[in-house]
């Protein structure tokens, strides 16, 4: 069972499949399919993976993700769980029930809010379960789930649509998004009205399957949000700008001190840019021929909206694209344009 985050929807699936690529594996090696109730949004998708390890290796980049679970049972009701569980095979149970498996239930709940007396409720319903261990909350050897996914009622901001569900398992791996409150934009030195947000600029660089040692270039760097999740990833980061005040100038702190990009990658402890360029994205720079220089190109390109288009060179001269840049048959291509 895959619980995911419930937030940027469409993107939770491709995350996990892209980090999968990374690994090693294909799209054919993962198989989704939909829970009770088969919305999209449902918090929790069934998935089979190639192995545990492989969901404990992913684990540690996925952001949409909380954790993957080895589902023991689910139902409607604490009878229908309770009846899954039973029919769980054994062999899958039956080795975290020893009297040296120090175990922890956590009890937790989509669309509702559960206070501790009714998270206590639910674990009490678990008594059937023959476990000898002894209980830690602080130091498990395994921790076990109870996912109480209830959005019937009216404060509920999910659809009403889902279908009431409790689901219970092992937990394989987990996630806890430190990292996107580690590199949030509200402590960061050097920040625009436009600069990407942290969660996102992390999530573009799982897509792109940003790695150590790869060469990332975003050719729209601004204040570097981008440049500076790809860094932490252990990429060596090229960026470039239109607008040269924003690479070389920055702006000035309330105590007087000079802010650029680098300033970033100073408060990170990251390592500067390999090469920041001042130049037109609409017209490439680059030799015609250089290939295979960037393992990956992700920028957020100006649409028109908070930060308008613009283009160097004169309406006289207008600078050609050479053949090799031209898209879709067009030489121009507007913000906004399809």
Known sequence: LCYFVHRLLEFRCPEVESLLRMAGYSKDDIMWRLPAGNLEMSPCWYVNL??????????????????????????????????SIMACDPSIKDPWFGEDVVFRVCVEGFGISLSMEEQLKFITTLNFLPFKGKVSLKKPDVIFHLIVSDCRSNDSLIDGDMPYRIYFGRQISTNDRHIIDSYALRRRAYIGPTSMDCEMSFLMCNQALVRKGHTVFDPYAGTGSILVAAAVRGAHVWGADLDLKILRDGKTSADGKNLTLHSNFEQYGLPQPVALLRMDAHTSPFRPGMEEIFDAIIGDPPYGVRAGGRKCGSAATGAMLSPECVFDGRRTHGPGEE
Not at 58 to 80: D, H, M, P, Q, Y
């Open 50 to 83: 190639p192995n545990e390890s492989v969901a404990k290796s992913i684990s540690n980049r996925c952001l949409l993700t909380k954790a993957f679970v080895e589902i023991w049972g689910e139902g409607s009701s604490i009878e229908e769980l309770k009846e």
